[in-house]
């Protein structure tokens, strides 16, 4: 059974408005044809995919990778507080748990700026360009920051903040880092509880990201020999799965043939698709491919979800992951193509996998020209 509309909120507008914006994202062709060009051609042709208000405020100081980098981040924040803006009442509450998770972002971005010593003036160049009116707060926060501590205590009073109160005024970006994802899931998971048991979905789909999460973090640890106590700390409480013993079980797992052996005790975790995303993470050196292959699960389900109850916050959340999707998949295009990568590497790094060529496609084309270039 489906998930429905309770309470106050524009459920049907806003579904019909997220799906029609889901449709104008680039598929996984346009993608394909994205990484025949470079850099200048990109930005020409993302223009008419809906970034050119973005691409023309920051040509004016900007020019090739650089241009591109500060036009999707303006745009994705631009978009979010657009879809916040048509959503209302309940539904906007329950889609604000999902995108709240920009503003964790964020904060880690200005603690990670703080601890490198990177000025104010090079984040606004970089990171957090002051065009965006959104970053003026997070700029201020910098430039008033000399510490990690100075942060954590300037972002007081957030909701993001009070995460970080517990943190030690010593302690290692790491730990504050932690600490921010610890807080942002245990609210989120407490929101969700209160919305009522028609959301039950919403809180699966959010307790499942957490077991992926846990599971990617606890490899990492794996790979980099942190101790037992250390991988334990990492862990994030609210898992569908990992939870309770079996969490502790998974922490002090030694090996990764050990973390898949208790992966398989789990009910519904299918470790098939794990496994070969392991070898082929082996074989690559990283965890990319475990990482993309547990984004796709995720993105398959929110796909499904979205489908099978229009009337709920899955398709304004379904659109609002797909777009995050879009624009990492464009930076890290444009990235590597700056930095000289091949093709094939390039691919590897991307999740052209998790964008469906079946759906919808965009309705205002980009530029048949542009996409013959070679």
Known sequence: MGEIAVGRGNWANASARSKARKANLLNETQMRQLMQQGPDTIAASIADAGYSKELNLYSKRLSGADLIEAALSHNLDRDLKEVMGYCQGRLRRIVSVFALRFSYHNAKTVLR?????????????????EENDLNTDW????????????????????????????????????AYEDALDRHYYRDAVSALKSSGHEHRALLTHLRTEIDHRNIINLLRALRQNISTDQRSELMLDGGQTLRDNMLRNAAQAESEDALIEVLRRLPNMD???????????????????????????????????????????????????????EVRNIRLLVRGKAAGLSDEVIEAHMNLSLIHISEPTRRTPISYAVFCLK
């Open 271 to 325: 470790t098939s698709g794990l496994e070969e995303a392991l070898q082929a993470a082996s074989e690559a050196g990283g965890l990319d491919p475990v990482v993309n292959y547990l984004e796709s699960q995720q993105r398959d389900s929110l796909r499904r979800l979205s489908h099978r109850n229009p009337l709920s916050a899955f398709p304004v959340i379904y659109y609002l992951e797909s777009k995050v999707l």
């Open 113 to 129: 700026a703080v601890n490198s010593g990177i000025s104010s003036e090079d984040l606004a160049n970089m990171v957090l360009p």
């Open 139 to 174: 700029l201020e926060l910098a430039n008033q920051s000399n510490t990690l501590a100075d942060a954590a205590l300037s972002m007081r009073g957030t909701p993001w903040g009070s995460g970080l109160s517990g943190v030690d005024s010593d302690a290692p970006l790491q």
